[in-house]
């Protein structure tokens, strides 16, 4: 995740720095978990990476052997826990786990559709403490409906953002940039400001479940440059304003790259200590600074890998199959090693200390190499220290 507000915070005032996300690598990194506590959805939204349907899934693990991941997680050291699905709120013993794992320490998060969070709902997710709840938009009502399939699926969901904002809850919108809905960004923008909504987090799509399926619709290259432009924009008027507001972005990490030329432009007596701070945040942290467990208990590198598992927490304890995985499994240890062994553009770009090859899911989909350059790097050869000029035109 690139925390582009703790940036240009940095920016602003010589004096702060940017919290470093995770440290670059090394046996003592203890991930940010994202538990797909149930495959179940009330939606089908059309880039689901897990698959999700209205319907009970077999296998998945009961109130015991989810206390026990707890248990489990807390003794490793795991900083932040992330509740996901499907739609969270379906599982009827989440406010159970939430109860036992809220005085363990974690920063806790719930991620959810948001569509059924009414009056009598958000009593409970406000009584939970969840640290922060993220609720998916993906433009305003026509373009949100469509995705998600349903009519009316974006008023409930405003709704449900409303209401956790009144209860005190800090909320955010999410929202994956695709070619069929970068139209609504600016729109979007100006609701989050106008609702005084506390974060704004834009996702770039991943091949991954019905993402990859619809990864025909992802946004083209210089239509992801124009949304970027507007975020770093708004972001900077922000924090200049006096906002505390919070702007990040995900899946991918060419992201901090484009930002370092953006500030180049705007902040040029700043950008040798921007370059040190991108460089210190790292880029990817697939297989390092994140981790999934599934609906079934089965272990992933990140959210976007449920094609690949590492080992099942019902056998194993999560602790275990992290800490050894790259002994056994050569794409983990592709990971966390660090230059990562990419190829293509990304092998020969002069940013990969700071960007790690972005996303692998991606360069996997689209050639069958793991370890192949991300054909969602938005940036031109030239802009990556590569000879040759613009290879991405317009």
């Known amino acids: 995740m690139f925390r582009l507000s703790q940036f240009i915070a940095g920016l ?99 991620s959810t559709n948001g569509t059924l969070i009414a009056a009598d709902m958000v009593k409970p997710i406000a009584a939970a403490g969840f640290d922060y709840v993220g609720i998916s938009l993906d433009g305003l009502a026509a373009t949100h409906d469509r995705f998600r399939r349903r009519h009316g699926a974006f008023e409930a969901s405003l709704r449900g953002i409303r209401l956790c904002r009144d209860a005190g809850l800090k909320v955010g919108i999410r929202f994956t940039l695709t070619r069929d809905n970068a139209h609504d960004l600016p729109a979007l923008l100006d609701l989050t400001a106008r609702e005084g909504i506390d974060k704004f987090y834009l996702s770039h799509l991943n091949f991954a479940g019905r993402g990859n399926t619809n990864r025909g619709s992802a946004a083209m290259l210089d239509t992801t440059r124009r949304a970027m432009d507007l975020l770093f924009d708004r972001a900077l008027a922000d924090a200049q304003a006096g906002s505390t507001r919070e702007y990040v972005t995900g899946n991918n990490d060419a992201d901090g790259v484009y930002f370092l030329h953006w500030a180049a432009r705007r902040f040029p007596d700043r950008i040798a200590g921007l370059r040190a701070a991108l460089e210190r945040w790292g880029g990817n942290a697939t297989g390092v600074g994140v981790a ?70 991606r360069a996997l989909q689209t050639s069958g190499d793991v370890w192949a350059e991300d054909p969602g790097c938005y940036l031109t050869d030239a802009e990556i220290g590569l000879l040759g000029g613009m290879r991405h035109a317009s």
């Open 12 to 110: 602003l005032s010589p004096d702060t720095r940017p919290t470093r996300t995770r440290p670059p690598g090394g046996t003592g990194v203890r991930p940010v978990v994202i538990w797909n506590l149930v495959r179940r959805c009330n939606l089908t939204c059309l880039h689901c990476y897990a698959f999700a349907a209205d319907h009970e899934f077999p296998g998945e693990l009961t109130t015991s052997q989810a206390l026990g991941v707890l248990d489990d997680l807390k003794g490793y050291g795991v900083p932040a826990l992330i509740l996901s699905g499907g739609e969270p709120l379906l599982r009827t013993d989440l406010f159970d786990l939430a109860a036992y794992a809220r005085p363990m320490g974690f920063h806790l998060a719930l």
């Open 292 to 361: 999934n467990i599934d609906n079934l208990g089965n272990v992933h590198p990140d959210t976007m890998w449920g094609t690949h598992t590492l080992g099942n927490v019902k056998e194993r304890p999560f602790s275990a199959i992290w800490a050894e995985a790259d002994r056994h499994d050569p794409i983990m240890a592709g990971l966390r090693q660090r230059p990562r062994a990419v190829g293509g553009r990304c092998g020969r770009c002069a940013y990969l200390k700071m960007c790690n090859g972005s996303t692998r899911t």
